[in-house]
């Protein structure tokens, strides 16, 4: 194992990437999430603005809601320094509608709600195949920006997500 990552990747990928908890991670990092590292840097290298959102994690994209309208919530993403900050907020004009106002949620804060809840809070989700069945015992995560309010809905039969990761 290379541990070859900047601190810039280790905050923006692992630590708030995939929600691990600190020294949990340590000697876990995958080849695929290497991989998305290293693409990274070439991107941010490159200096090709907004091309490197593509390589940062979303474990809930197309699976977290907006209480107050019912539509998915987009990604976000806040730059300070060397840290990337992620968030997941009401940015869809389906329908006709205007986005809803001040709905934005910590990426983090939401991703561990759910991953607590699949008693996944220990090390969090450590490969891609880990990532893939995660999401696909999730049927839906509602976030109601009013109250704070995280709901969680797995999909009908899946009684321990966690063995579905065994
Ligand atoms: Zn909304």
Known sequence: MQ????NYVYAGLVLDGYGFRKGCHEGLI?????????ALLAERRSRKPGRAKATIPWPLLGLVYCGSCGRPLSTHTIRRGSVVYRYYRCRSAAGGR???K???????????AVLQAAGLEQCGLTSKEEE????????RVVFEADTGRIQIEFRPGVNSPAASLA
């Open 3 to 6: 541990y070859t990552l900047t």
């Open 30 to 38: 995958t080849k695929e999430i290497y991989d998305q590292v290293q």
């Open 98 to 100: 205007e986005p809803c």
């Open 102 to 112: 001040g709905v934005l949620v910590r990426a983090h804060e939401i991703e561990s």
């Open 132 to 139: 893939a069945a995660f999401q696909s015992a999730i049927r």
